[in-house]
């Protein structure tokens, strides 16, 4: 009874940092699914940031997922507690980044160089900010093509460079700024609508 009350106790005070330790030295199936659960919405958000289909989204989630656990041994963080599990999240976050680009570059499809006018490749600023707040933006993305948005993600959300982004990619520099500049304008076309379509009501 002593060992039941015990094992009861345990699995009720495990927190994200425990399971992440746990699963690290033991590789338990129990820490793995707590790990699962706790941030399986969050690795999702992050996948849908490349991907618009929702079922492509939740396989690279699992996918993020078996390929954490399988590297789980390599994260170490000297922090503790809440700032523990932020460095971790955010290891995560790599991994399902790094996952989806790998996805999108799979797709030759996505990217038709040819479909890029002259005009297009010159030097092309939009300003996507002003009105538009970090909410909406996240939320307009979900709008673009799968391109453009990965693209927007990588330059403005994750902060890589062109060269860095293309490099990702395996697209030309100037296909990057094209996409950038494409993704940019379509975001403030669509907040503005979304404004036009409020203001209506």
Same mark, same amino acid.
């Given at each position: 009874?002593?060992?039941?009350?015990?094992?009861?106790?345990?699995?009720?005070?495990?927190?994200?940092?425990?399971?992440?330790?746990?699963?690290?030295?033991?590789?338990?199936?129990?820490?793995?699914?707590?790990?699962?659960?706790?941030?399986?919405?969050?690795?999702?958000?992050?996948?849908?940031?490349?991907?618009?289909?929702?079922?492509?989204?939740?396989?690279?989630?699992?996918?993020?997922?078996?390929?954490?656990?399988?590297?789980?041994?390599?994260?170490?963080?000297?922090?503790?507690?809440?700032?523990?599990?932020?460095?971790?999240?955010?290891? %995560?976050?790599?991994?399902?980044?790094?996952?989806?680009?790998?996805?999108? &570059? $799979? #797709? =030759?499809? @996505?990217?038709? !160089?040819?479909?890029?006018?002259?005009?297009?490749?010159?030097?092309?600023?939009?300003?996507?900010?002003?009105?538009?707040?970090?909410?909406?933006?996240?939320?307009?993305?979900?709008?673009?093509?799968?391109?453009?948005?990965?693209?927007?993600?990588?330059?403005?959300?994750?902060?890589?460079?062109?060269?860095?982004?293309?490099?990702? %990619?395996?697209?030309?520099?100037?296909?990057?700024?094209?996409?950038?500049? &494409? $993704? #940019? =304008?379509? @975001?403030?076309? !669509?907040?503005?609508?979304?404004?036009?379509?409020?203001?209506?009501?």
């Amino acid at each position: 009874m002593s060992i039941h009350i015990r094992y009861f106790k345990r699995k009720h005070a495990l927190s994200l940092e425990s399971a992440v330790k746990d699963c690290a030295q033991h590789g338990g199936e129990g820490s793995q699914a707590f790990i699962y659960r706790s941030c399986y919405g969050y690795v999702l958000s992050i996948t849908l940031r490349y991907v618009k289909n929702e079922f492509d989204a939740e396989e690279l989630t699992n996918e993020s997922f078996m390929r954490a656990f399988n590297k789980i041994a390599t994260f170490s963080s000297k922090e503790e507690g809440p700032r523990f599990e932020k460095s971790f999240r955010s290891w %995560l976050a790599r991994i399902a980044a790094n996952i989806s680009i790998d996805f999108l &570059r $799979a #797709k =030759k499809q @996505l990217v038709a !160089l040819d479909d890029i006018s002259e005009q297009e490749l010159g030097p092309n600023q939009v300003n996507v900010s002003g009105d538009l707040e970090v909410a909406d933006i996240l939320k307009l993305l979900e709008r673009l093509p799968e391109m453009q948005r990965a693209i927007f993600n990588l330059y403005e959300v994750e902060g890589y460079s062109h060269e860095e982004v293309a490099t990702m %990619l395996e697209i030309p520099e100037s296909t990057s700024r094209t996409y950038l500049t &494409r $993704a #940019k =304008k379509k @975001l403030r076309k !669509l907040y503005l609508e979304s404004i036009d379509i409020t203001a209506k009501f």
